[in-house]
């Protein structure tokens, strides 16, 4: 009972920190608590990390899910780094759907973030299969000549399809997690600001598998709509609740720029008032 407690309280805090120190963090907490590091590992989830496969020489993500022992798996190549021989494949029908699907995301991720990085990996399992979709934009720089902004979108979006035998339906379990951190430094104008954050979200649907609605459309569906859900919940609840504080702390107009305004207003008010009393008379 104790160390649920425990664990509760490290996964709380874990929600309250910054996501680009999660790695920091998962370690310090590790330390407190060596006997949760397993449950620690496996519930928190971090940043992605991105590789270069050898032979295309194309990025892709790195993940739990394409990890077996100490070697991850390319979706280019199919192949293991550090090279395992007895690593773990999908099946030929399931690799198959693994190229289409990333392709697919290849091109989401062009539309919606404009480059980045992205990784789809899919495994067997009883009844279906599972697969893991990962999607990662960062930006390092100059956004205009006054601001310098960093930060980094990952999205990791599991899914489960359990096949009904004898049937064309099918049962889709999503579960959606979002890390996002905006970092702004300029000592000049706006000084320094971050701004973090993740959510999880989970979702269920029933469909049906056919020409018209593959595998490939139902999983891109649920995704697209998944993630646009969670872009709209992250930009009215955090960055939006923050625009309201700063905008409520900070002006952009300086201090005597409102003191004139101000004047101004009052100065109007004066002869608007004085010029009906005159009317009046």
């Known amino acids: 009972m104790a160390s649920d407690l425990r664990l509760d309280a490290c996964l709380d ?12 963090h998962l370690s310090d907490l590790v330390a407190l608590a060596p006997e949760l590091c397993d449950s620690l ?25 394409n990890r077996d022992s ?3 798996r390319s979706p280019w190549t199919n192949t ?12 030929d029908k399931l690799r198959k759907l693994e190229i289409e699907v990333n392709a697919a995301f290849e091109a989401y991720r062009d539309m919606y973030f404009e480059g980045g990085v992205s990784s789809v990996y899919f495994w067997d399992i009883d009844n279906g299969f599972a697969g ?18 960093k930060g980094c979108w990952d999205s990791i979006h ?10 064309k339906h099918v049962k889709y379990k999503l579960t959606s997690t979002v890390m996002l951190w905006l970092q702004t430094q300029n000592v000049a104008t706006t000084g320094t600001m971050n701004l973090g954050g993740s959510l999880t979200r989970q979702t269920e649907q029933d469909s049906v598998i056919g020409e018209q609605s593959p595998h490939l459309a139902n999983i891109g569906k649920m995704i697209e709509d998944q993630e646009n859900k969670m872009r709209a919940i992250l930009n009215e ?3 939006g609740k923050a625009r309201q504080i700063v905008g409520e702390l900070r002006s952009v107009e300086s ?26 008379v």
């Open 13 to 24: 805090l874990m929600r309250r920190l910054p996501p680009q120190g999660c790695e920091k």
């Open 41 to 65: 590992l496996q519930a928190v989830d971090q940043p992605l990390k991105v590789a270069k496969d050898k032979t295309t020489g194309r990025e892709y993500l790195l993940c739990d899910y």
């Open 70 to 72: 100490d070697s991850y």
């Open 80 to 91: 293991y780094d550090p090279p395992l021989e007895d690593g773990i494949m999908p099946s």
């Open 132 to 149: 893991v979709v990962l999607l990662k934009k960062e930006t390092d720089g100059a956004i205009n000549a006054k601001e310098d902004v």
């Open 158 to 167: 599991v899914v489960e399809c359990n096949e009904r035998k004898s049937s």
């Open 237 to 239: 609840v955090y960055f």
């Open 255 to 280: 201090t005597t720029e409102i003191k004139s305004r101000d004047e101004l207003v009052d100065d109007i008010k004066r002869a608007v008032a004085s010029k009906k009393g005159k009317d009046e």
